[in-house]
């Protein structure tokens, strides 16, 4: 069974960071692609990175510039999401979601996602 | 960007009832396209893929279609459980982009 699970929530300051992880398990995690999605309070869902399998390629949403670093350890299966410079806008549930297939590039599986908040 | 844009933004219909949800993109992304289901408090789920294809365990009611910039996410016999957020995805270009969703409510 393919399970996520992400951690490393909370509430930190404007201006912070903070570190997201995302312990995977049930498939060949070198094998995949993965991704960081993020949702909101009561918005629609945002992607915000990506990695490949191998680890070499890296890709962002603009929006972030330049604040955010995806990163993978294949040793303990292990995506994540290094944030930095934190603005109330980065306030959302992130997800960490497995990349299905690399040519139509979409989403097989979810985690149950971490909330960050982001506030003095 | 590619935006894609998600009609209706509210679809209230009845228990056994056809559903039908728009996703239209604004410049083609061939078929190159996802739907997911989200309810409240849960992660997205994968609904169709490639425009078309259901994925693992997707019952047979939901069913995709289109290509190129028009697409269509058709629930043929609403079932209680089917009340819930619906996102449509594109992954032709970087960055990867989401439509804003369609809201379907009971009526």
């Known amino acids: 069974e393919v399970q996520l699970l992400e951690s490393g929530g909370d509430l930190v300051q404007p201006g912070g960071s903070l570190s997201l992880s995302c312990a995977t398990s049930?498939?060949?995690?070198?094998?995949?692609?993965m991704t960081w999605v993020r949702q909101a309070p009561g918005k629609g869902l945002e992607w915000v990175s990506s990695i490949s399998a191998s680890g070499s390629a890296t890709f962002y949403a603009d929006s972030l510039k330049g604040r955010f670093t995806i990163s993978r350890d294949s040793s303990k299966n292990t995506l994540f999401l290094q944030m930095n410079s934190l603005t109330a806008e980065d306030t959302a549930v992130y997800y960490c979601a497995k990349v299905r297939d690399t040519i139509y590039y979409f989403f097989d599986y979810w985690g149950q996602g971490t909330l960050v908040t982001v506030s003095s | 960007e590619i935006v894609l844009i998600q009609s209706p933004a509210t679809l209230s219909l009845s228990p056994g009832e056809r559903a039908t949800l728009s996703c239209r993109a604004s410049?083609?992304?061939?078929?190159?396209l996802a739907w997911y289901q989200q309810k409240p408090g849960q992660a997205p789920r994968l609904l169709i893929y490639?425009?078309?294809n259901r994925a693992t365990g997707i019952p047979a009611r939901f069913s995709g279609s289109g290509s190129g910039t028009d697409f269509t996410l058709t629930i043929s016999s609403l079932e209680p459980e089917d009340f819930a957020v619906y996102y449509c995805?594109?992954?032709?270009?970087?960055?990867?982009?989401f439509g804003q969703g369609t809201r379907l409510e009971i009526k």
């Open positions: 049930g498939f060949t995690f070198t094998n995949y692609a």
């Open positions: 995805q594109q992954g032709r270009n970087w960055p990867i982009t």
């Open positions: 490639g425009a078309s």
């Open positions: 410049q083609s992304v061939s078929s190159y």
